[in-house]
């Protein structure tokens, strides 16, 4: 998944403070670090650690990410340090706490056929959307009620929390928006099916994250898919009264389904695999 942006500039010499600093970073490593890495490093003060941090940038050692974070430019990037790095790494620095979620996720775990080229950070904290070469990174706010079901997973050996298959279904659910509409979270869903989803954890999910609407959306699409969920009965009894759009992303028409308090924009055979 990685991505290269060319530099315009070739790298300068490194002073032997700065060639100590990236040998223990590195060494130690780490790929993106920040002010606060050199400055702890080296021993000096944040002013100094700033300029450290610039100087370094500007000779192409560093390519600066954003405000405070940086990546390292490695040897093997040659003298025009044409590098970067895995995306959900760098996602990793762009909210604390955090976790990839949504398209994301759904292609972390072969969920889909697609391949979003937006990454997707959930975080229960207030952080900013970004893009980095060239790649959007969107960030989702949510309610720490929300913000469970992720699990440690190595990206080039460094860990990175990503959602784990069932929350990664419970998700889309809550927000088809960010999981490219109803007929992705079908796919998903059947794809889950297929390689042994933990329906009973999904229906446990469904219930902390307490949405109404998520879970009437897994409910219908379980019984179209012909999917079994162990605790279909609770979570029917949990519908909400009032009628959620099937799929959000699309235009609000169609009829309403008192069985599943959804109004059914979607049709049916929409959900159906596309032919490959």
């Not at 060319?6 to 300068?12: A, D, G, L, M, T």
């Not at 970073?25 to 000096?44: F, M, N, P, R």
């Not at 509409?181 to 446990?204: F, H, S």
Request: glycine share 8%; aromatic share 8%; charged share 25%.
């Amino acid at each position: 998944m990685s991505t290269i942006e060319q530099s315009k500039n070739i790298r300068q010499g490194l002073s032997s403070r700065e060639s100590r600093l990236l040998t223990r970073l590195a060494g130690a490593g780490h790929q993106i670090i920040s002010v606060d890495d050199i400055e702890t490093t080296l021993g000096i003060p944040p002013n100094t650690a700033r300029e450290v941090a610039s100087r370094l940038t500007e000779k192409g050692w560093l390519d600066r990410l954003f405000s405070g974070t940086y990546l390292i430019v490695p040897l093997s990037a040659g003298e025009e340090a044409v590098y970067t790095t895995h995306e959900y790494l760098i996602a990793a620095h762009v909210a604390e706490p955090m976790y990839i979620g949504y398209y994301s996720a759904l292609s972390h775990h072969g969920l889909t056929e697609q391949v979003p080229r937006t990454v997707y950070v959930v975080t229960p904290t207030r952080a900013q959307s970004r893009e980095i070469h060239g790649v959007p990174y969107r960030v989702t706010t949510v309610t720490d009620r929300k913000f469970f079901g992720f699990e440690p997973t190595s990206i080039e050996g460094t860990t990175v929390q990503v959602s784990d298959l069932e929350k990664t279904l419970v998700d889309c659910a809550d927000h088809p928006g960010f999981c490219g509409g109803l007929r992705e979270l079908a796919t998903a869903m059947r794809a889950a099916d297929e390689r042994g989803c933990d329906w009973e954890a999904v229906g446990e999910y469904l219930e902390r994250l307490d949405n109404g609407a998520a879970t009437k959306r897994i409910v219908y699409l379980a019984d179209q898919l012909g999917i079994g969920l162990p605790a279909r009965e609770e979570l029917v009894a949990s519908f909400t009264s009032g009628y959620s759009a099937l799929d959000p992303t699309r235009p609000d028409t169609g009829s309403t389904d008192s069985t599943y308090r959804l109004q059914i924009n979607v049709e049916p055979a929409m959900l159906e695999p596309t032919e490959s």
